[in-house]
């Protein structure tokens, strides 16, 4: 059974919706909802939220209500932190002390000078949660929503780092691509045609995980930015107008891109510039349809090709 302690469960619309994300799915097992405030009222609300949903769901959940936050703690597999501290009236202070000082502001929860404010009054309470996270339930993972949330996560790192998670241990850099992934290396592109102000997206696989590789627009030169391959041996790279290759929008004309990656690992692809053609009334764009116009010739295969070296 896995057991989920909501803290500031009284936020309801948080606490609505997390309950149905959890029992739409049997991902978890059989759930322990548990429900924590510190505002009596809303926690009573907080229980019902849950047993409606539990109900709706033709859940087996199990449901309870507490406000005493280390038994609500004990047992959790995951702590869920949705609190307010100071609630609407302290937000209404996180506003009205800056604009004196001439500051306005149209949100100010996650950063600014409302941000610190609330920062400032959320970090005591985030150090007494941590605190009863680390003694009474050291395995479970604290998710948190509440807000500033860089700030908090930040202190959180800072003053318990025992709660951030284990960095995966990477090993040594993989030498082979993982098996089921293709060895050979390839270039594909999101779309073959478009008109000047189309982003062509070139998404290569069977490179060598975890290296960088250069992309070469040829006769336009090469891009500064050396996307990374992923585990799975794969980029993706996205030529835009006013990016890297060219300040405006791409001119027409048909262009070669050549990937090359270490051991060898070359590919290439072609994308074509079109003219932009004035839409129908209420039709799509000729050259957003990913198909060529009549005059542009039809040769392009969708397909990059790759050369493979030793
Ligand atoms: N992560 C996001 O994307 C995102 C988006 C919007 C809001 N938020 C943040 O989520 C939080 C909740 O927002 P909301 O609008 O639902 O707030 P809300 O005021 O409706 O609910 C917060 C709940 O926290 C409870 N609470 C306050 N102090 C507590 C304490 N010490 N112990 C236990 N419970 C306590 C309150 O009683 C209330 O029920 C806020 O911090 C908000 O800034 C995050």
Redesign the pocket.
């Known amino acids: 059974m896995t057991t989920i302690c909501f803290?500031?469960?009284?936020?309801?619309?948080?606490?609505r919706q997390l309950l149905r994300d959890l029992l739409s799915y049997p991902d978890l097992g059989d759930l322990n909802l548990v429900m924590?405030?510190?505002?009596p009222r809303?926690?009573v609300?907080?229980e019902q939220l849950a047993q409606i949903a539990v109900a709706h769901h033709g859940s087996h959940a199990q449901v309870r209500a507490t406000?005493d936050?280390r038994a609500a703690l004990r047992g959790a597999d995951f702590v869920i932190n949705?609190?307010?501290?100071?609630?609407?009236q302290a937000?209404l202070t996180d506003f009205d002390v800056p604009e004196r000082f001439g500051v306005r502001q149209t949100i100010g929860?996650?950063l600014g000078v409302g941000g610190v404010f609330?920062g400032l009054r959320?970090f005591p309470?985030l150090h007494?949660?941590a605190r009863d996270v680390t003694e009474v339930c050291p395995q479970a993972w604290l998710l948190?929503?509440?807000?500033?949330?860089a700030m908090n996560i930040g202190y959180l790192t800072a003053t318990f780092p025992a709660l951030a998670p284990a960095p995966p241990n990477p090993g040594p850099p993989p030498t082979t691509l993982p098996s089921g992934t293709s060895t050979t290396p390839k270039l594909a592109l999101g779309q073959l045609y478009g008109d000047g102000f189309t982003v062509f997206v070139v998404h290569g696989s069977g490179f060598v995980p975890l290296t960088r590789v250069r992309v070469e627009l040829i006769g336009h030169g090469v891009a500064p930015f050396r996307p990374t391959v992923d585990h799975m041996g794969t980029f993706n790279y996205a030529i835009d107008q006013g990016h890297a290759f060219f300040t405006g929008p791409i001119p027409v004309g048909r262009y070669h891109i050549l990937v090359t990656g270490v051991r060898g690992r070359r590919a290439t692809a072609t994308f074509q510039v079109v003219p932009q053609q004035p839409s129908p009334p209420g039709g799509p764009s000729p050259s957003a349809s990913g198909r060529p116009p009549a005059s542009a010739g039809a040769q392009l295969t969708g397909r990059g090709s790759s050369v493979q070296g030793a």
């Open positions: 803290v500031g469960a009284g936020s309801a619309e948080f606490t924590h405030d510190n505002d809303r926690l609300l907080a406000s936050r949705t609190v307010s501290i100071g609630g609407h937000t929860d996650t609330r959320t309470f007494d949660l948190n929503y509440t807000n500033p949330m």
